[in-house]
């Protein structure tokens, strides 16, 4: 015997008394998680410039800029300075260049470097605090600052076999990562891919993840990506090892890595990123004339 359900009409699975909201309307309705926001995409600005003439100094770097960018090629940056810029020119510059999604900072035995990624990709502005006050400033063209990347680990290799032969109770998987680390930090060499370890993927006690933080130590150099939500580079006291934590846009951690890499890509400016650049910095120079 065979039955027929043909118009037969049931609720669903998961419909009916219980599965929904008892009142939405006493304000205590479905909670979403917040949206995404603060995301920031290119808008062309052209600084209103009365008399064109009055600013023919700081033209003349932003030429110098625009030319850099159309002839940039992979591993040579371009520099132009700032120092004998002011008013008017030193205000073009600021205006027309922007801030955009990266900024870093150098910390140095006797200097200290801050530097901003300006709305064109792959332009940075770079101010150099020296001994005694001594102040500098530049812009460079480049995938990012080498000076930041040259600066961001001690002179002298971190030995880690204290580390690894004393772990301290609690300790279960630190140690063989921090082997692997070590490992990926002396074989590493230009060219090398980057090694990533997801620490949001292993087991991990908190002991684990206090060792690791001493072991690692800190670098000179920590970069701060801003786009869709944030990402937080920070150099480790072991060459060549990177601390990458992304976080959403309400500041939560949602993925913990550690990079063996020059500099993690997320910090760089691409080639093509740079060519769009040219373009949009010559047509900003042409509207001001």
């Known amino acids: 015997m065979t039955s027929n359900l043909i118009g037969m009409t049931r609720p669903p699975v998961g419909y009916g008394p219980g599965s929904q909201p008892a009142d939405i309307e006493d304000g205590e309705g479905l909670n979403y998680l917040p949206m995404p926001k603060d995301m920031q995409v290119y808008a062309p600005h052209v600084p209103d410039i009365a008399d ?13 800029l625009q030319g850099g960018l159309a002839a940039h090629a992979a591993d040579t940056p371009f520099t132009v300075t700032l120092d004998d810029l002011t008013g008017p020119d030193r205000a073009l510059i600021d205006e027309a260049l922007g801030e955009g999604e990266v900024s870093a900072l150098v910390i140095g035995p006797d200097e200290r470097i801050e530097i901003q990624e300006a709305t064109l990709a792959g332009v940075w502005r770079l101010r150099l605090h020296g001994r005694g006050g001594r102040l500098s400033e530049r812009v460079e063209v480049g995938a990012f600052p080498r000076v930041a990347i040259e600066r961001a680990f001690p002179p002298r290799r971190r030995d880690m076999a204290a580390f690894l032969d004393n772990p301290p109770p609690g300790v279960i998987n630190a140690s063989a990562i921090l082997a692997e680390l070590d490992h990926r930090s002396r074989i590493w060499a230009p060219g090398t891919v980057p090694h990533v370890v997801n620490l949001s993927l292993l087991p991990h006690t908190p002991e684990d993840k206090a ?30 090892v990177w601390l990458v934590r992304y976080y959403n846009s309400v500041d939560t951690l949602i993925l913990d890595t550690i990079e063996v890499t020059d500099l993690p890509e997320v910090a760089c400016a691409a080639i093509e990123d740079i060519a769009d650049s040219a373009e949009r910095l010559a047509d900003i120079i042409a509207a001001i004339r």
């Open 52 to 64: 064109p003439h009055s600013v023919q100094n700081g033209l003349a770097r932003l030429d110098a």
């Open 211 to 240: 060792f690791l933080d001493q072991a690692l130590g800190q670098g000179a150099t920590t970069v701060l990506s801003r786009g869709y939500g944030n990402c937080r580079l920070s150099a480790t006291a072991l060459q060549h």
